[in-house]
């Protein structure tokens, strides 16, 4: 009997957590795809890369499409019902405009974060641009500019600037910057690549805590960090905090209604997670999915389906 439980135990120390798994609608391997809490794979269809993803409420997916669109899909016939294409629209013509970041606001209006043009954006769905906010950007280029970009509850947005390896919040109404923080090397070197042995500070996420803290992933720095108003960090997981974890390009974070976190886990190579459920207060693993032979090497983005009310 002790024989099988250890068995039972190390089966799923591999392949996922005692505590019950989640229903995950996340890119990879070119293509979108939405895997069931038993492990099953219920759709996909074929996509090109992206760095951002949300589900709305009439269940499209809304995902970047090419370097510089925002395309909305209909998941039951598979094809892009709307898209804005940031390349050309609005003073963009002639532009090199990448797009990284976007969020659906209210009334289907859409936020979108444009790299190379060195702003916000709020649209309409005719494609009328509402407001922009001009962005600070101390080494700018059209592929680092910008990672996830979120409107906060107040109207500022939280913008990851990847390039410069900083945090900044705007403020919409002021178009001002009110807020950086700039992510630590902890001590380290940088260090060229993407995966494990890589180093840096190309933040990816940031979510702004009930607490007024936030909460940042950062990148190549291989972890996670909660920073208080006045730059105080007040929690950390490193990369090989977690047993039996190693942590690469940390991409989209998650903080569940019950608390827990979930981390993405990009570039970290065959078996290691590409998802991480973590109770930030006891730092244990709650959850974990690994499936590296369907998805591969570069799932940076990912959305809970069954996650109702999480902040990401």
Same mark, same amino acid.
């Given at each position: ?11 799923? /120390?591999?392949?996922?957590?005692? %505590? ?72 963009? $013509? ?24 060195? =702003? @916000? ?24 500019? !910008?990672?996830? $970009? =979120? ?24 178009? $001002? ?70 942590? /690469? %390009?940390? !991409?989209?974070?998650?903080? @569940? ?6 981390? *993405? ?22 959850? !974990? @999915? ?16 069954? $996650?109702? *009310?999480?902040? =990401?």
């Amino acid at each position: 009997m002790l024989a099988r439980l250890s068995l039972v135990v190390a089966v799923l /120390a591999l392949t996922g957590s005692a %505590w019950g798994d989640h229903r995950v609608l996340l890119h990879g391997d070119g293509r979108l795809a939405i895997i069931e809490p038993d492990g099953r794979i219920s759709w996909e269809m074929p996509w090109g890369g992206i760095h951002d993803l949300h589900v709305l409420d009439n269940g499209h997916i809304l995902v970047q499409q090419g370097a510089a669109k925002v395309a909305e899909i209909d998941p039951e016939t598979k094809s892009v019902v709307w898209s804005y294409d940031s390349a050309t629209a609005n003073g963009n $013509a002639g532009k090199k405009v990448e797009v990284h970041a976007f969020q659906p606001l209210a009334d289907g209006r859409l936020m979108i974060a444009e790299s190379g043009a060195g =702003r @916000l954006i709020e649209i309409d769905r005719e494609g009328h641009l509402l407001g922009q906010v001009p962005l600070k950007l101390n080494h700018p280029h059209p592929h680092t500019d !910008t990672r996830l $970009a =979120r409107r906060l509850k107040n109207g500022n947005h939280l913008v990851c600037h990847e390039g410069d390896g900083t945090v900044r919040e705007y403020s919409a109404a002021e178009r $001002a910057l009110v807020w950086e923080y700039e992510v630590p090397l902890f001590g380290e070197e940088p260090r060229p690549g993407h995966g494990p042995e890589a180093y840096g500070n190309k933040c990816f996420a940031a979510v702004r805590l009930p607490t007024g803290n936030t909460l940042i992933s950062t990148g190549n720095g291989h972890g996670v960090i909660e920073v208080t108003p006045n730059k105080e960090v007040v929690w950390r997981i490193a990369q090989r905090d977690l047993p039996g974890i190693t942590l /690469a %390009w940390v !991409t989209t974070l998650e903080v @569940l209604p019950n608390g827990n976190y979930i981390l *993405g886990n990009c570039h970290a190579g065959p078996n290691q997670p590409l998802l991480i459920e973590i109770d930030p207060a006891t730092r244990r693993v709650i959850w !974990t @999915l690994d499936r590296f032979q369907d998805f591969g090497n570069n799932v940076s983005n990912s959305v809970l389906l069954d $996650a109702e *009310g999480s902040l =990401r």
